[in-house]
């Protein structure tokens, strides 16, 4: 069996038939035939050639059909097809090209110029297989590479945020469970995929910028004075000069620092407005909050989560948005969502 390639050689007159089969054989091509359109169309179905040499006019199936057809199967649509007829007028050249053929050559032909055509497709063709399997390739090296990227990046943020929870006691694995929801709550408002991720990942490290609060104010049981709500205030600021350097494929310092930006322009620490915080911000703020009020406290005990979802009803539109909020809702209302362990 020779490896200089495939070809299905179709014509409805035997004779002709016969005299391209022995020219190509001859060159050494493994070659089959076909005297009729069906014929050409089962034998490149079941086994697809590398190019196909196709008669136009033929009884109950022409060459146009046969290409046509071939270009709408998966299986064959890339086998390169040359006509080789008697067809000299132009249009009906177009009319080939427009169907999916890649060359014509016109009988009577030279036996030179048929094979030389035939090694020009043949060897465009494979080029044409090898660049695929080439970008194939490199496309799966980029994806392991990137996913080993995004893991590595995963690990160092969640060493980062371990850090402040080990400042602050009372409020350990905070972080990793405002993600979790905000990670769901993005995917409930069906937002895409990546987005999803980097939402996730700024949940993860949103109170990032408390690394500078000192620890006697974090884990303080009482009441908070002004001054020391001050310094609190600080952390969402803090927690953007910090990841701003990083080159996340998410704006995660951003989000982090809108946190605790509110739709009426209450928030802190620019007192964004609406659309002027990020979608990503608003989502981890309603996660944020949530998440604190279903949660054991110095200064309180848990409230749970059906007060944390009332009291977040009552800043719907004020204080949070509310499509978030409604999707949190859903969450817990008609999903089940709960915290993990």
Known sequence: MTDKGKILAVDDTPASLRLLTEILKEEGYEVRSAISGELALRAATINPPDLMLLDIRMPQMDGYEVCRRLKAQAATRDVPVIFVSAVTEMDEKLHGFGVG???????????????????????????????????????????????????????????????????????????????????????????????????????????????????????????????EMAIIREHAQTGYEILKAIDFPWPIAQIVQQHHERQDGSGYPQGLRSEQIMLEARIVAVADVVEAMS???????????????????????????????????????????????
């Open 101 to 227: 053929a890649v060359d014509f050559v016109t009988k009577p032909y030279q036996h030179e110029e048929l094979l030389a055509r035939v090694r020009t497709h043949l060897e465009l063709n494979h080029l044409r297989h090898h660049l695929e399997d080439l970008v194939a390739e490199r496309t799966a090296e980029l994806r392991e590479s990137e996913k080993k990227l995004k893991t590595s990046l995963l690990d160092s943020i969640t060493a980062l945020a371990a850090i402040v929870e080990l400042r602050d006691p009372y409020t350990a694995g905070h972080q990793r469970r405002v993600a979790q929801l905000a990670m769901a709550i993005a995917r409930e408002l069906q937002l895409p995929e990546e987005q999803v991720e980097g939402v996730h990942l700024a949940g993860v490290v949103h109170d990032v910028g408390k690394i500078r609060v000192p620890a006697e104010i974090l884990s303080k049981p009482g009441r908070l004075t002004e001054l």
């Open 295 to 341: 949660s054991h406290r110095p200064y309180r005990a848990a409230l749970g989560a059906d007060s944390a979802l009332k009291e977040m009803e009552r800043g719907r539109g004020t204080l949070y948005d509310a499509a978030v909020i409604d999707a949190c809702n859903r969450l817990f209302t008609e999903k089940q969502f709960a915290f993990s362990a």
